[in-house]
Nanobody, 116 residues
Framework: QVQLVESGGGLVQPGGSLRLSCVAS????????MGWYRQAPGKQRELVAA???????NYARSVEGRFTISRDNAKSTVYLRMDSLKPEDTAVYYC??????????WGQGTQVTVSS
């Protein structure tokens, strides 16, 4: 079945950077909109950034200018570059694959902790 596997999370100090990766398998990666979501303890899961099959991007207002989403269709991988990290960015980050009329797919999540 389809798999989305995230990596790259960890502990980082405020102001630091991380790059998350999500590798997809057993799907036609290039036709999906790929998104990164996050969920902090006690909060709802929220969209952080998304990139369409055509390469258009959108970001949550809270991360605009600090995070960059990109994709490499040849590697079936979507990335999330996170700069100027803040403690409020601490959450489990999930990869999502979406296409109208197709099933939705989720990864297992990777923990990002921003703390001094």
């Amino acid at each position: 079945q389809v798999q989305l596997v995230e990596s790259g999370g960890g502990l980082v100090q405020p102001g630091g950077s991380l790059r998350l990766s999500c590798v997809a398998s057993r799907m036609v990666f290039s036709i999906y909109t790929m998104g990164w979501y996050r969920q902090a303890p006690g909060k709802q899961r929220e969209l952080v950034a998304a990139i369409t099959d055509g390469g258009s991007t959108n970001y949550a207002r809270s991360v605009e200018g600090r995070f960059t989403i990109s994709r490499d269709n040849a590697k079936s991988t979507v990335y999330l570059r996170m700069d100027s990290l803040k403690p409020e960015d601490t959450a489990v980050y999930y990869c999502n694959a979406y296409r109208v009329l197709y099933p939705d797919y989720w990864g297992q999540g990777t923990q990002v902790t921003v703390s001094s």
